[in-house]
């Protein structure tokens, strides 16, 4: 059998042009389809909400009894995260554009569980902030939903916030248990924060912790926005860590809320 050089140069040829051409049109449509998104999703932005400012304190708490031989039991060795959200509306003068009608926190992930503990969000009342007092029925199970006023007063013990964004969302990561029924020497003076987490051997990488939610509020215009929200839970940076008691982090990020 005869072989057509010709003919096998020319198809082959043939069938190379036919595939890129196919790869290249693909490259333009996707391309055009991320432009029209990306266009789609900039013409969603509020230019009124915005969140720039996140701050994280972290520290322990634990449940403890004193035995006769100068040593401590402690049980329910307990990581949290007091977490405020500030929401900017940008404004000196308020108006129905700018203030919230309501909020809300919806769709909670903990993208990263610790390998130590058990892992919960909670309401945290601005009063109780960077203490750790955290009340049970104040777990959130999978919506958290704000009553907002423009009141001179608020009562932080449940969820409440001025329209004219004047007050953070307050929230507390909680992870618990992570040490029960552990025994530590009086010697020396116990410090109920942090340090627990040295003086019962924790690594740290053994209880970090990432979460996610999105907050979604509608403004007395009527208009819906989300943001959603991404939080490293902060344990220590450097030579500065949770392990001296307690470690404190601002978060300045670039959260934009889109309408929906």
Sequence with gaps: MKFNIKKIIFYTTLFISLVLLVVLVNIVYSNFMNKLALEN?????SNTF????????????????????????????????????????????FNLENTLKSVSIKDIVFNETPTNGIPNLYYKSL??????????????????DFS??????????SPTLYNNCANPI????VNSNIVNNYTIDNSNS??????????????????????????????????KFRCPVYIDIPLGEGDVSIYDGSYTYTYNPEYVFYKY
């Design 41 to 45: 999703d900039v013409s969603k932005v």
């Design 170 to 173: 307050t929230l507390c990561y």
């Design 127 to 144: 009063t109780s902030f960077a203490t750790p007092d955290v009340l049970e029925e104040n777990k959130i199970d999978s919506t958290l």
């Design 190 to 223: 116990i410090a109920y924060d942090g340090s627990l987490l040295k003086s019962c051997n924790v690594l740290l990488n053994n209880i970090k912790a990432k979460i996610s939610f999105t907050i979604y509020i509608e403004n007395n215009q009527g208009e």
């Design 50 to 93: 915005n969140i720039d400012k996140i701050v994280l304190f972290s520290s322990c708490s634990a449940d403890s009894n004193i035995n006769s031989n100068n040593t401590t039991t402690l049980n329910n060795l307990t990581q949290y995260t007091d977490i405020a959200v500030f929401i900017n509306n940008s404004a000196t003068e």
């Design 148 to 157: 907002v006023t423009s009141s001179d007063e608020i009562d932080y013990s």
